[in-house]
Structure formats: structure tokens, C-alpha cells
């Protein structure tokens, strides 16, 4: 069928007497245009409602038009007459008033309703489905215009350059990433503790709890395996000295590289309520989140007010960072365009290699995760891969598997069907304890510095490097650069200067973009995985 031909059949006209026989052809018509059933079903009982008051109020003839842009699909309705708003009532909560419950309906779908008066039409739309793509083709917009941007501000003077780079581009990016980590704790607090309260009993959420946590060590240890074999592999022959003129590093790094096995684990349990907040302290606030949503589970109906008041507190923290993350394209720009002015091209061309290898182990993860999905959650991963792959450009950009907590809880909901028990438990704790491509970097780089200063790895180095590369990577936050507090504090243990890593920080900003995508990345398959095994998976929206 042609263009023009699908056109009118996406048109209805619809008189009083036959509003059941047309919402039925337009209810096919949805359906055929990937819509979930649910969507179908609350677009037709809106619809139905519409044309009710607008016959109502003195409308002429209803007619509806389907249409669809980048994936979005709404519906159209018009009809021509005197002003009428269909939704002004919805304003009012006079229980006694004759409108206020088929007013319940407007009221649940509100989000989804707009209405406008034009040409003397009364014009109502309903947004049936919403899809990613658009949001996505934004940022990568976005992206490719800071890249070019980044690319010519090296041709102007260095005033001009540094300036536009630190006092709009930095400040834009760091704004961004401030306002996220205002709303990071307690938003990670009440995702977990009213996921893990809305479970069914203790055995549920130990077995739940069990899978995501169980997942994630065995995909650490497997990612630790492949980060030895990618050394090998790509650095097992010469390799050059390290050269004597490395860049400095920062006061802070040097501060924080002597960071403990003791230390980690006796930061899980905090001494007292209050400081996990103050200091962000992510395994902390897990742990309390943890404790408090088992001890509401125990509970029971004893405390229904106050799981009420927790998952509300949820939605409102919920739709707070919704309205941040409006602001992703501008902050796609800002960044890409800083990173591109501030990387030399000369120290991208010599670590090549080393880019090369990070980015052989994120395919290779990306295989691990399919795998993992079919094994453990007998469904097909092709639906999970083609739609992974346009998101991950909302980590890379961000470079904070932490910031993206709500847009990767979302994005597992929405998009791939898992359910809010599954996602809001096992993305909050991925985003802390699941740092795949951060273990397997961490073993190339610390191999291939430790072979550059001379220093010869045997069974117990490397496992040694194993071990602490597990023990601290699940410790570390999911924020920008955080894995180089990890590499400095193997290659003290192993009697290498910090100063080593000055060899790479040149080329560091864009290889943990790549690990964040491929972090987050595992985070959403096992979820998937898990909501599979779980029967918490919507396959409708899935394949969908």
C-alpha cells in the first residue's frame, strides 16, 4: 500500500451510532502499529469517553486520525463547534459533582492528554505510545554537534577555547552531574526499600536477592578472566618503557590510593544513619535500604501507611528526575564537546592499543550478556541487543553508571517489559557492585603498566591483582574516573608508583565512557535475565 493509501486508513470518521464499530477498527489499527495491548486498551476507553462529551456539548461530526513519528503514536481528535475542553472538570474534586467519576479516567491518564482550539476545532490528542528513539536521536544529535564543536575550538585562540571549555561546557556538565547526585540517595533508598517491602515474603526476596547479587559476582569473576586473556593477548609480547616525562596526577588520587580490602568491607555498615547520606556513600545506603525493606516485608500489612508513604515518596523522586533528565541533549553537547578540546591527538594515536583492547572486551561482554540472557532467562536476546544499543549512548555521554539509575530503571520497564519489583532492586545495586568492564580494564591497564615499568607479574602477583581487583571494584561509586582510584591502589600494593598512570589519563575520559556503557549494560541484562526466570518479564513489550 502506498503512502496516501495508508494515510486514510489511518482516518475515521465516527457519528454517535456507530462509535463501538469504529473504535474497533481503530483498536486493529493500533495494534498493528506495535502498540502494547494495554496502551490499546486505555486509548479506546479514553476515545470512547471524548466523543461522548463532545456529542454532548453540541459537536459535530467526531473525526479521529492515527499518527505516528519516530515512534511515538498518538491519536487525533477533532470536531467542529463551540469551545469545549473535555478535561476542564478534572480540575475539580467535588465528590458530590455528576462528572467526578467518569472524571477518573482523564485524571489517571492525564500525562498522555492535551487539548487545543483551532479553526474552530476542538482538538484532542492522546498519546498512546511513547518510544525512546526520539529522546535518543537528540543526543546523538547532540553528540556529533559537540564533537565538532570540541574539534573547532582547538583552531581558536587558547583564551577563547579555555574559556568557552570552563566557564560554559564544565559548568553545564557539572550542573547536570549536581543535581543527579542531589537526588541519588534517596532515590536509590526508597527504589530498594519499597522493592524489596512489595515483596511476597522473605523467601521471595532472598531468592530475588540471591539471583541479582549472585549474578553480578560470577559476571565480575568472568570479566576478571577476560581482562587477563585481553593482556595477554594484546600486550603479551615488548612493550615499550614507560616514558620518564609522565603527566603528574592529581593531589586527590595520590590521597585516596591507599584505600583498603579492611577498609572497603568496614564501610558497608555505617555507624550511624545520618553519614551515608552526607557522604554518598553508596554501599552504605544499600545496606540500610536493604534492612529497612526487609524489616517492612517482615512487618507485613502491620505498617501498610507507611510502605503507602514510601512508594509515593518513590513517584515524587521518580518524577523529579524525569524533569532533569529533559535536559540529556544539552548536556550530550556540552559534554562531547569537552571531552573532544580536551584530549590530545598524539596521546590517542599511542594508546591505541589499549583502546583497542577495552573495546575488544566490551563486545565480548556484550556476547557474555546475551548469553546470560539465554541461559538463564530461556528467552531470545536479539529484542534486548537491538535496544540496548541506541541507549548506551546515555551512559557514554554521562560516564556515571550511578546517574543513570533512573533512565536505566525506566528504559528496563518501558522498553523491555521487566517489571518495577525487578528493576528497582537489581539496577540501583548493579549501578554499585556490578563494575564488569571496570574489573577487566583494571587488569589490562594494571598489567600492561606493571610490564612498562619492569616489573614481572608471576601466579601470586596476578592473583593477587585477581583478588583486590574484585574486592575493591564492587566497592567503588559509579561516578566519572572512579576506577583510577582502584588501578592506584593495586599498583601500590604491587610497589609501582601511582605516577604510572599519568601514561594513560591522556586517553582515561573516553575509555571509562566505554566501561560505563558496558557496566550499565550488564546491569540491564541480568535484570532482564532475572525478571525472565522471575516470570516478572512482560514479553508482549519485550519483543515488542
Not at 210 to 235: D, E, H, M, P
Not at 261 to 284: A, D, H, R, Y
Request: charged share 15%.
Amino acid at each position: 500500500m502506498n503512502r496516501k493509501g495508508h494515510q486514510e486508513e489511518n482516518k475515521f470518521l465516527i457519528p454517535l451510532d456507530k462509535i463501538s464499530e469504529q473504535s474497533e477498527k481503530l483498536r486493529k489499527r493500533l495494534l498493528e502499529m506495535k502498540a502494547s495491548s494495554k496502551e490499546v486498551a486505555s486509548t479506546i476507553l479514553l476515545l470512547e469517553e471524548i466523543i461522548v462529551r463532545l456529542y454532548e456539548n453540541g459537536g459535530q461530526t467526531v473525526k479521529a486520525k492515527i499518527n505516528k513519528l519516530f515512534g511515538d503514536v498518538t491519536v487525533t481528535i477533532s470536531s467542529h463547534g463551540e469551545a469545549y475542553n473535555p478535561f476542564e472538570s478534572i480540575q475539580s474534586w467535588d465528590i458530590e459533582s455528576e462528572d467526578y467519576y467518569r472524571d477518573l479516567i482523564f485524571r489517571t491518564y492525564q500525562a498522555d492528554l492535551s487539548f487545543s482550539r483551532r479553526n474552530g476545532n476542538n482538538i484532542i490528542i492522546i498519546h498512546t505510545h511513547r518510544t525512546d528513539s526520539r529522546k535518543v536521536a537528540f543526543t546523538f544529535a547532540f553528540m556529533i554537534l559537540g564533537f565538532f564543536v570540541g574539534l573547532g575550538m582547538k583552531w581558536l585562540p587558547q583564551a577563547v577555547s579555555g574559556f568557552v571549555a570552563d566557564n560554559i561546557f564544565s559548568v553545564i556538565q557539572t550542573l547536570f552531574l549536581n543535581a543527579i547526585s542531589l537526588m541519588l540517595a534517596p532515590l536509590v533508598f526508597f527504589s530498594i526499600a519499597t522493592s524489596l517491602s512489595g515483596l511476597s515474603g522473605s523467601k521471595e526476596a532472598g531468592r530475588i536477592g540471591g539471583k541479582v547479587v549472585g549474578t553480578y559476582f560470577a559476571t565480575t569473576v568472568v570479566a576478571i578472566l577476560i581482562g587477563f586473556g585481553l593482556a595477554k593477548l594484546f600486550f603479551g609480547g615488548g612493550v615499550p618503557a614507560l616514558p620518564e616525562n609522565l603527566s603528574a596526577l592529581p593531589q586527590d588520587i595520590h590521597n585516596t590510593a591507599d584505600v583498603s580490602v579492611k577498609t572497603i568491607l568496614l564501610g558497608i555498615i555505617p555507624s550511624n544513619m545520618v553519614l551515608p547520606v552526607l557522604e554518598s556513600n553508596m554501599l552504605q545506603i544499600i545496606f540500610v535500604a536493604v534492612l529497612a525493606g526487609s524489616a517492612l516485608n517482615i512487618l507485613g500489612d502491620k505498617i501498610n501507611s507507611l510502605r503507602s508513604f514510601l512508594n509515593e515518596a518513590n513517584s515524587l523522586l521518580l518524577k523529579m528526575m524525569e524533569i532533569i533528565i529533559t535536559f540529556m541533549p544539552l548536556v550530550a553537547f556540552a559534554s562531547m564537546a569537552l571531552l573532544v578540546f580536551s584530549c590530545e591527538m598524539s596521546t590517542l594515536l599511542v594508546l591505541l592499543t589499549y583502546l583497542l583492547a577495552t573495546v575488544t572486551g566490551a563486545i565480548i561482554l556484550y556476547f557474555l550478556y546475551c548469553f546470560i540472557i539465554a541461559l538463564g532467562g530461556h528467552v531470545s536476546p536479539m529484542p534486548y541487543v537491538k535496544k540496548t544499543f541506541g541507549y548506551l549512548l546515555t551512559p557514554f555521554t554521562l560516564s556515571s553508571s550511578s546517574a543513570c539509575i533512573p533512565m536505566t530503571i525506566d528504559f528496563c520497564q518501558k522498553r523491555l517489559g521487566a517489571s518495577k519489583k525487578i528493576t528497582s532492586f537489581a539496577i540501583p545495586l548493579g549501578a554499585t557492585i556490578n563494575m564488569n568492564a571496570g574489573a577487566m580494564n583494571n587488569i589490562i591497564i594494571v598489567i600492561l603498566l606493571a610490564k612498562m615499568c619492569g616489573v614481572d607479574l608471576d601466579t601470586s602477583a596476578c592473583i593477587k591483582i585477581a583478588v583486590l581487583t574484585f574486592l575493591l571494584i564492587i566497592g567503588t561509586p559509579g561516578v566519572p574516573n572512579c576506577g583510577i582510584v582502584v588501578m592506584a591502589t593495586i599498583l601500590s600494593s604491587l610497589g609501582i608508583s601511582t605516577a604510572a598512570i599519568g601514561f594513560i589519563i591522556g586517553i582515561y575520559n573516553v575509555i571509562d565512557r566505554i566501561l560505563t556503557a558496558s557496566n550499565v549494560n550488564g546491569d540491564i541484562a541480568a535484570t532482564v535475565m532475572i525478571a525472565a526466570s522471575e516470570k516478572e518479564l512482560d514479553l508482549e513489550t519485550y519483543k515488542k
